[in-house]
């Protein structure tokens, strides 16, 4: 986001070659592109089922293999995150 003004932040760098999680809070689809090009090869993402109707990137999502939760069923949600 530096390219927009905004700062990124990292914290936890020294921890990089452990398992680790990423949170993003992002202020617009733009972050989730940086994130996906910051993180390392092998990070799976969590996003709400509907991410799949999102024009190409839903489709990128699904052939990426990254977990998507029903929001609306938290026990579904849960079992999905535990597959991590």
Partial sequence: MWILGNPIKIEGAEYANTRAIYICNHASPIDIFLMMWLTPTGTVGI???????????????????????????????????KEV
């Fill in 47 to 81: 996003a709400k089922k509907e991410i799949v109707w999102y024009p190409l990137f839903g489709q990128l999502y699904v052939l990426a293999n990254h977990l998507r939760i029903d929001r609306s069923n938290p026990t579904a949600a849960i079992q999905s995150m």
